[in-house]
Structure formats: structure tokens, C-alpha cells
């Protein structure tokens, strides 16, 4: 393993943990990462083999059959993975969100019910705040669920971008019901929504229509999901009470938002090393491209970015372990990740000058997944936004 992104103070189980994973993307996902990307094939065998390693229990307490590792553990692993080809951190970061939120917000009957088999990988979760139109906004959700005389629920609406919208069996769904609360906030609820693995009527009242095309991000499927006349139950309500929602989703954000930054250090520490390889074989003027002090003045940028980057990802997560807030740190960090990410990315770009260009070259799959990073968990001006009054809260002038 490289000397950019190590990292300090983990236990020996750690070290291992990810050390299995590092030797796993160097096996079985690099090797054929941009041949599955261009074709946008689901890969299923590189999901079994992280089903195997315990990844997707890797969270989820022992006594669920998990492995009990922390959110630190996690992103570290997601890190490596999203350095060998990032969608497939994408397959298992949903998943994780909504164990998460069961871990942290479930009843206990939800928690028996669904952990077990999210730990083996046999459920598989999504989650949807987003609709058509409402990007951000998560008060202006319109997708709304109706409680009847007899107690259940009717939802109808539409919901936009669920990552494993079709690969997924468990939707964890934010929607407005009417609580009588003061707040819009106060009117919102989870719903946990079991469905078939596919496309088309997944469930009696569920329609996911199809995968979105994407111009990166290929390989995992990104749908929507129609709610016309579905019928559930209250016992589907993440922690059996209505009027949460909100702030179940927020707190999974939260930790959602580590993942993006982790991702973002994947792709940006591999295109440095692609970077630094090519300027080693690479001859102009009579030397190797890396012996021109310009080349040479860009890639000591480019790791240092790499560096930095990996350092404020791991604080947001240790400080999510300790069980403290950490949406101003989880912000920067997916915000600073997100932003040295693309500009390493265009650095290597550069460097591969017209090769860089070529579909044949790796760097050309990492260009377009960067472009992800700046978007997914919420723009950086909404990071900058989440910062900013946090701040002001922190620093407020005393009179």
C-alpha cells in the first residue's frame, strides 16, 4: 500500500480489514473496472466477492451478524474500493445508509427483521429524499403518504435518483404524512418499503421504470421510483413513529457524507498513482515528462491534495464514532474531497496529455466519475451553505 493515505491509530483488525480489501481491488476489480464501466455491466461477480469478505455486514452490530466495525473502518474500506473502480462503492454505500439508520433509528423488531439479512448481503437497501424537480429541497417533498381509518398507509409520488434503485429489496423513503406538526420538518416520515429485485411493478402500487443513463457512474443502477396507490403498513415506519423522517435521513446523510469524501479519495488517490506512472515512462525534449520541473511541481500539488483530503475524511468519521454530530466536519470533508478530487483528476488528465483523451486509458473513467463527487450528498455550495450557518451559531458576537 502506498504511503499517501495511510492512516494512524487503527487497531490490528482494522489494518486487516482493509488490507483484505486493498488486495481485493488489486485482484478482481482493477483488472477489469474500465472494461465493465464502457459496457455499463452490473458487476456481479466483484458483489459477490464483497458480499464474502463481510462488507456489507461490515457496520452492523455482531449480534445481527455483522461484523461491529466502525463508520472509520468503513470509509477507509470504501476508499480503497472507489480507487479501483467507484461505482461499486456506490452498490454498498446505500446499503450501508439505510443499516445505518436502522442501527441508529429502528425498533428492535425492525432491526431483527432486516439486519441479519442486510449483514449477508440477501436484503439490499436503497434510500430516496430526492424527487423530480426538488434536488436539495428536502421540505418540498410532495410524495405523500394518507393513514386510512383501518391504520395503514396509501403513498403516492414519484422519487428521483435511488443508487440500487433496481438491484435493491428495501427502500428506505422519506414522504410527507400529516402530523398536525408546526413544522414541515415535523411532517415528514421513513417508510421502509420492501419490493422485488428489477425493474417495472417491483410491488403491488411500486413501479421502478428503468435505469437513468449516466454520462459516469456506469455499472450500478440509478433509477426512480413510482408510488401509485402502494399500500403499507405503520409497522414500516423507521422507529415505529410518524413525524422523524427528516431527521432519520439527515443523520444518515451525515454519514453518507463521509462516504462521498472517502470515494473522492479513492478516485483522486488513484489518479495520482496513474499520474505519476505515466510521467515515469513518458519521454519529451530527451527526459522522462516527470524530470520537467512543471510535471515534477504538479504532481507534489496533486498529492498533497490527495493527503489532505484522506486527513479530513478520517476526522469526520472518528468524530461520527464518537457518537458526537459532525455535520460541519462531514460537510468539509466531502466539500474539500469532492473539489481536490476533480482538480487531481484534470492534473492527471494534463499529464496524460492526448492519451488522457483515449477510452483506452483509466484516467478517462476517473474524469468522468469525479464529476459525480461534486454533486452526490448534496452540491458543495450546499455543503458551503450547512458550514456557513453552523459557524455563525459557534462564533454568534456576544453583546
Known amino acids: 500500500m502506498s504511503r499517501l493515505c495511510s492512516t494512524e491509530g487503527l487497531t490490528d483488525d482494522q489494518s486487516e480489514i482493509v488490507a483484505a480489501v486493498h488486495d481485493y481491488v488489486e485482484k478482481k476489480i482493477l483488472p477489469v473496472a474500465t472494461e465493465l464501466e464502457h459496457a455499463d455491466e452490473y458487476p456481479q461477480q466483484i458483489v459477490d466477492g464483497l458480499k464474502e469478505l463481510g462488507i456489507f455486514g461490515l457496520t452492523i452490530p455482531e449480534e445481527y451478524g455483522g461484523l461491529g466495525e466502525s463508520l472509520l473502518t468503513y470509509a477507509l474500506c470504501v476508499e480503497e474500493i472507489a480507487r479501483g473502480w467507484m461505482s461499486v462503492s456506490g452498490v454498498i454505500n446505500t446499503h450501508f445508509i439505510v ?5 441508529r433509528h429502528g425498533t428492535e423488531e425492525q432491526k431483527k427483521k432486516y439486519l441479519p439479512k442486510m449483514a449477508t448481503g440477501e436484503v439490499r437497501g436503497s434510500f430516496s429524499m430526492s424527487e423530480p ?7 418540498a417533498t410532495k410524495t405523500k403518504a394518507v393513514k386510512g381509518e383501518d391504520g395503514n398507509y396509501t403513498i403516492n409520488g414519484q422519487k428521483m435518483w435511488l443508487t440500487n434503485g433496481g438491484t435493491s429489496n ?3 423513503v422519506l414522504v410527507r404524512t400529516n402530523e398536525g406538526a408546526d413544522s414541515v420538518y415535523k411532517n415528514m416520515t421513513t ?7 428489477g425493474f417495472g411493478e417491483t410491488a403491488p402500487g411500486l413501479t421502478i421504470p428503468g435505469k437513468i443513463d449516466k454520462m459516469g457512474y456506469k455499472g450500478v443502477d440509478t433509477t426512480e421510483a413510482v408510488f401509485d396507490g402502494y399500500r403499507t403498513t405503520a409497522d414500516q415506519i423507521l ?17 453518507g457524507r463521509v462516504n462521498v469524501a472517502a470515494r473522492a479519495c479513492g478516485i483522486a488517490l488513484r489518479a495520482f498513482e496513474l499520474a505519476i506512472s505515466y510521467a515515469q515512462q513518458r519521454e519529451t525534449f530527451g527526459k522522462k515528462i516527470a524530470d520537467h520541473q512543471a510535471i515534477l511541481f504538479r504532481l507534489a500539488e496533486m498529492a498533497t491534495k490527495v493527503e489532505t483530503a484522506h486527513a479530513m475524511m478520517t476526522k469526520a468519521a472518528r468524530l461520527k464514532d464518537k457518537g458526537e454530530r459532525n455535520d460541519v466536519e462531514s460537510g468539509m470533508a466531502k466539500m474539500l474531497a469532492a473539489e481536490y478530487c476533480n482538480e487531481v483528476v484534470q492534473d492527471s488528465f494534463r499529464i496524460h496529455g492526448g492519451y488522457g483523451y483515449s477510452k483506452e486509458y483509466e484516467i478517462e473513467r476517473l474524469y468522468r466519475e469525479a464529476a459525480f463527487m461534486l454533486i452526490g450528498e448534496g452540491t458543495s455550495d450546499i455543503q458551503k451553505m450547512i458550514i456557513g450557518r453552523a459557524l455563525l451559531k459557534d462564533y454568534q458576537l456576544r453583546s
Open 170 to 172: 428495501l427502500i428506505a
Open 191 to 197: 417508510f421502509l418499503v420492501e419490493k422485488e429485485v
Open 239 to 255: 422507529g415505529g413513529a410518524p413525524g422523524n423522517g427528516f431527521y432519520h435521513m439527515m443523520d444518515g446523510v451525515e454519514v
Open 133 to 139: 424537480g426538488l434536488g436539495s429541497d428536502v421540505a
Open 99 to 103: 443499516a445505518y439508520m436502522l442501527m
